[in-house]
């Protein structure tokens, strides 16, 4: 289906995100084994497979918590350049405009709400020390802009009369929501969100694909996601790729993939669905 | 070549006083997860009271030593269900500080038993042999073989004994051992006591040349750690053979560099070493799970 | 401040606490004057001094400990190589106390963050190795280096000389040292309310998230060594100004083992909360402990009571005991809550 000879900087200009020939293994295990795939600007994505089928991994390999041990990925930063982030730290991938959440929430329970959203804006501030430690107008300035900004951001995700209480303690729904709020301060190019519905009921899942239709449409950003619940994946996403043992079984649209064969198998043999 | 010899003997004698007390620590580390810092203190806390039992009895050096390495198996028991078991579940910060805490009862609660004067322990036997133009005392072939006797037991056991695959298993993943069956609390208690009796005849071989005094173990203390680090913290024999190297090169410094500047010397070499082989000579990379 | 205000203030975390810190430092001011009409005894005036400069070097390390969860031993190396720099600048090199100062503060800096480069790259737990080894090493040069240090008879300086003609003497260098302190406790709540701040709660909270936003965990864990070096040895030049006299024994293992014994005691992450415990660690062995008839003439009764008590707050109020502090003020705070009726 893909060519894997493809030059790796010919990138198409509506591609955001090309992995090519991803690889990993823990102690022999193959947890993503020659994952190939891309994304187009401005797409929604989903990744599925059942349990234990390397999704997770294979975000760590992307935002390079892992380092994968073969393969690239290419993306199209904010600047506009294409980069192979294979090698780069994990703190530098948000400098190039891609975000994530992660599967068990991280979020500081010891910070308010709004403190936690504005550390996704951690890269935006460039006040000295010296300037901070005796708040310069400089680092009172740019506080107040990106508390603003965080202040905006919580307002349209419905968290803004909650924003000064402490995250400890919050329903899980809502603790999702704070996480997918931080992803929102960078000016992302792309956003990956692992599980984003976990937890999540009903209506509070039917909200959340209409909020992130919304953000893909407000921020022109790409959306990357993980998630169990084929509802949610096959309404919200327009392409999806399915994956089992870290191989790469299929990639096309939510159709296309409920009716390919191998997917089912996979799904309804190991699956836990 | 004779004085080499010389050193190369001597160093088998400190390097065994390195190697028992990082055994300990490493011990402690992979069955609990926890630094432990107490390790010198504790090992002289447990000096003092051997020391008390030869004075107070006057029996043979060897069984008194016996004796005071049976008393750091209590203690050391007593440390972890007071202390230790509760910490369990803790952030590894805590139980570092935990152990900073019990150094400071261990340094308190000495001299208020014992007294603030240094106490004298002898060796376990006197005179001196020859070999190959170098002279070893007797006392120091004891130290040396007992050491080494020890350690070969220890390992033997960690390998073959149904406690050692416990102990392994527990180190390698303790959440998995515990569902298997493995009483981790258990395993965390026998290393804290196995840790003390170790240290504790760690500091009966130094008593001699140093006395029994409250900071007599405190250059022992970092030794020890910092084989832990040259050997990584992830084989129970790394930490061992780097005791043996690290009291291999502290000897050959003082003689053949500055005897003042050699401790200083050596700690320096093993930082700058880390940044060449972060996970020690023996270590692996390890991969953290997000 | 009406109650409504107080309410607030107790509700709203991010409140700044400015004020109380002033209060505070007033407080302290008044000590001086009750010594001199013979309220409080002479020794009195040095024992919170002492305690006043343990809480600059505590605060640091609290920041270090709190935010980075890392743990230094190294506290007493740097501190003592604060005395001793500011000893010899002022006392041999006959340097004005403002040079001095900076010299002072900025050379133990240097090899603090030399140690941290190494050591910070890997696993958390080795700084506080490095620190150790560090710290025996600076002990053996207190010793050892005796054209500056005069080994183990230690070394004198004296009172500073502000500007070059303005001499302090004991009263006015307590002056010093409590303002110091107060715009220590500013700088360091400014610090922790500042983006880096926050980065440092992620980087602690989880190292993950921090990584994803964009926190390099190695550098921020580096600055908060490095601050932590610098209030040691900031300490430590007022130190030797105050006390006029350091010796290469004061700075052990011991000494860090107190200051951590102050952050744990007191509270982790906060600033009142560091100055309690540097109150009760240092404060109650010297003004109570040993004043109380039998036991108080025990050695090391002051170790264990604050090797106790460090295991016992860890074990039961992992939060330090000004966390009794705040629970008995929200309860006020909610009681009168109730007087009143409603307040959303």
Redesign the interface.
């Given at each position: 289906m893909h060519n894997a000879t493809q030059e790796n900087n010919n990138m198409a200009n509506n591609v955001v995100l090309k992995i090519d020939d991803l690889s990993i293994a823990f102690g022999g295990l193959k947890a993503v084994d020659a994952l190939t795939f891309d994304i187009k600007e401005k797409e929604i994505f989903g990744l599925i497979g059942p349990n234990g089928a390397g999704k997770t991994t294979a975000f760590n390999c992307i935002t390079q918590f892992y380092k994968p041990d073969r393969g690239s990925v290419h993306f199209r930063t904010n600047k506009g350049e294409v980069e192979n982030l294979v090698g780069k730290k994990p703190h530098e991938i948000i400098r190039k405009g891609l975000v994530r959440t992660f599967q068990n929430v991280e979020l500081i329970r010891e910070l308010s709400v709004i403190d936690n959203v504005l550390v996704g804006s951690h890269i935006e501030f460039h006040a000295s020390v010296l300037s901070q430690i005796f708040k310069l107008p400089k680092a009172r300035k740019e506080e107040a802009k990106f508390r603003q900004q965080a202040e905006e951001v919580l307002k349209y995700m419905g968290l803004y009369d909650i924003k000064d209480q402490l995250v400890a303690g919050q329903p899980y729904g809502v603790l999702k929501k704070i996480e997918l709020a931080r992803t929102l301060m960078c000016e992302p190019k792309l956003i990956i969100l692992d599980e984003p519905a976990a937890g999540l009921n009903d209506s509070e899942t039917l909200a959340l694909t209409e909020i992130i239709r919304e953000i893909r449409d407000k921020y022109n950003c790409a959306i990357l996601l993980v998630e169990h619940d084929m509802r949610f994946v096959t309404d919200l996403c327009d392409r999806i790729c399915a994956i089992s043992f870290g191989k790469l079984l299929a990639v096309g649209t939510p159709q296309e993939i409920q009716a390919n064969e191998q997917v089912q198998t996979a799904y309804l043999g190991k699956g836990d669905e | 070549m004779n004085i080499f010899i010389q050193i190369l003997l001597n160093s088998l004698e400190t390097g065994g006083i390195y190697a028992l007390a990082s055994l300990g620590i490493i011990l402690i580390y992979r069955t609990s997860n926890t630094?432990n810092?107490a390790q010198g203190s504790l090992s002289m806390f447990n000096a003092f009271i051997t020391t008390f039992i030869l004075i107070k009895t006057g029996l043979p050096v060897g069984i008194v030593a016996i004796l005071g390495m049976f008393c750091a198996f209590f203690v050391g028991v007593l440390v972890d269900r007071v202390?230790i078991s509760?910490?369990l579940k803790?952030?590894?910060?805590?139980k570092?500080?935990?152990t900073?805490?019990?150094?400071?009862?261990f340094?308190?609660?000495?001299?208020?038993i014992f007294g603030?004067d240094p106490l004298q322990f002898p060796r376990f036997l006197y005179g001196s042999h020859s070999v190959l133009g170098a002279t070893i005392s007797y006392n120091a072939i004891v130290n040396i073989s007992v050491g080494i006797i020890i350690m070969l037991v220890l390992f033997f056991m960690l390998q073959k004994s149904k406690w050692g695959l416990s102990v392994r298993a527990t180190a390698s993943n303790d959440v998995v051992a515990r569902m298997m069956g493995i009483p981790t609390p258990l395993i965390t208690m026998a290393s804290w006591a196995i840790a003390a009796a170790l240290g504790t005849l760690s500091a009966l071989m130094l008593a001699p040349t140093t006395s029994v005094n409250l900071?007599m173990m405190?250059?022992v203390q970092?030794i020890a750690?910092?084989s832990?680090?040259l050997g990584g913290?992830q084989t129970f024999y790394g930490p061992v053979v780097a005791a043996y190297i690290i009291g291999t090169v502290s000897n050959l410094l003082s003689y053949y560099v500055s005897s003042?500047?050699s401790?200083?010397i050596l700690?320096?070499l093993?930082?700058?070493l880390?940044?060449f082989r972060?996970?020690g000579l023996f270590g692996k990379k390890i991969?953290k799970k997000? | 401040m009406s109650k409504q205000e107080k309410k607030q203030a107790v509700k709203a975390k991010s409140n700044s606490p400015y004020k109380q810190y002033l209060l505070f430092g007033l407080v302290l001011l008044l000590i001086p004057v009750l010594v001199h009409i013979g309220v409080i005894k002479y020794s009195f005036l040095t024992i919170i001094a002492s305690i006043l400069i343990y809480s600059i070097v505590a605060l640091g390390v609290n920041l270090l400990v709190g935010y980075s969860g890392l743990v230094s031993l190294g506290t007493a190396g740097f501190m003592g190589m604060g005395t001793y720099l500011a000893a010899y600048f002022t006392a041999d090199l006959k340097l004005p106390f403002e040079i001095s100062l900076i010299i002072s503060v900025a050379v133990p800096m240097i090899i603090g963050v030399v140690t941290g480069l190494v050591s910070l790259r890997i696993e958390g737990y080795y700084l506080a190795i490095a620190t150790l080894a560090i710290s025996e090493i600076l002990r053996k040069v207190f010793v050892e280096f005796d054209v500056v240090t005069n080994g183990f008879s230690g070394k004198d300086a004296d009172y500073p000389t502000m500007l070059g003609f303005f001499e302090l003497d004991r009263n006015s260098t307590f002056i010093l040292i409590v303002v110091i302190l107060i715009a220590v406790m500013f700088i360091t709540h400014n610090f922790i309310n500042s983006y880096t701040g926050r980065a440092l709660s992620t980087m602690r909270g989880s190292e993950a998230a921090a990584q994803a936003m964009g926190i390099n965990i190695y550098r921020y864990r580096l600055l908060s060594f490095a601050v932590a070096v610098g209030y040691a040895a900031l300490g430590g030049v007022l130190y030797i100004h105050f006390i006029k006299y350091t010796y290469p024994n004061a700075w052990t293992l011991l000494f860090s083992l107190n200051i951590l014994a102050v952050i744990i005691i007191g509270g982790v992450r906060s600033i009142p909360g560091t100055i309690l415990g540097a109150f009760i660690v240092f404060g109650v062995p010297d003004l109570i402990l040993k004043n109380l008839p039998v036991i108080g003439d025990i050695d090391g009764l002051a170790y264990v009571f604050n090797g106790v008590l460090i295991i016992v707050v860890i074990l039961l109020y992992p939060a330090g005991l000004i966390h009794f502090w705040h629970n008995t003020k929200m309860k006020l705070a909610k009681g009168r809550k109730g007087k009143e009726g409603n307040h959303a």
């Open positions: - | 630094q810092y202390v509760r910490t803790m952030h590894s910060v805590s570092q500080i935990i900073l805490g019990l150094i400071m009862i340094l308190g609660i000495a001299p208020m603030t900071s405190d250059g970092v750690l910092l832990c680090v913290f003042t500047w401790d200083s700690y320096l093993i930082l700058a880390i940044l972060p996970n991969v997000v | -």
